[in-house]
């Protein structure tokens, strides 16, 4: 078919949305195709990982995205690098901080350990069965992890959050942040 005298020829004097387009190679080496947008094949198919950091009361602070086949752990500096919780009753600025880690089995790394105790972090974050059990497991605070699950199903009560029909991760993103933000606003009217 024959439209304005080409057929599928891209010149110099071609309009530039005409022009191939990529998404820019990140300065850490090569990216798989699809990495850079937080797609990637988990044992549940083609899907993203959320990752949170979330307060003791099950709010949220940060949020990290990354393809579906990236392991939990490397999420893990950019969670503690970001939010803070005001303090309590005493003055001063926010905690960066928190006094204890919880997190699942897919946290059990001694990097992970080791980076608790340098910051004096305590970390609740039970063993995988290929590790030596510890003496030092505190039952009664893993059992607010439940908080966190219950952040993941209050997130997922919004369909663009549970369904990821955005493309880009920017825009996903953002789904995200409005609907934390939501729950932020619910959370200040229980008070």
């Not at 797609?39 to 990752?51: M, Y």
């Not at 926010?94 to 997190?103: C, E, F, Q, W, Y």
């Not at 897919?106 to 972090?121: A, I, K, M, P, Q």
């Not at 605070?141 to 908080?147: D, E, F, Q, S, V």
Request: aromatic share 8%.
């Amino acid at each position: 078919m024959k439209t304005g005298g080409w057929i599928g020829r891209c010149t110099t004097w071609t309009p530039a949305w005409c022009e191939p387009t990529s998404t820019r190679q990140e300065p850490g080496g090569h990216r798989p195709k699809g990495e850079a947008e937080a797609l990637g094949r988990s044992q549940g198919g083609f899907s993203t990982k959320l990752h949170v950091r979330a307060e003791g009361r099950g709010r949220p602070l940060v949020f990290a995205l990354t393809a579906g086949q990236r392991h939990e752990t490397q999420s893990f500096p950019a969670l503690m690098a970001g939010g803070s919780v005001p303090r309590a009753h005493t003055p001063g600025a926010p905690r960066r901080l928190p006094d204890a880690l919880v997190g699942d089995r897919g946290y059990s790394y001694n990097s992970l350990r080791d980076w608790c105790r340098e910051h004096r972090v305590q970390a609740v974050i039970p063993t995988r069965s290929d590790q030596r059990r510890l003496r030092s497991f505190r039952h009664a605070a893993y059992r607010k992890r439940c908080r966190v699950e219950c952040l993941f199903n209050r997130l997922k009560q919004n369909r663009r959050v549970a369904t990821r029909y955005e493309k880009r991760a920017a825009n996903y993103l953002a789904m995200v942040l409005i609907a934390s933000i939501r729950l932020w606003l619910s959370f200040a009217d229980t008070l």
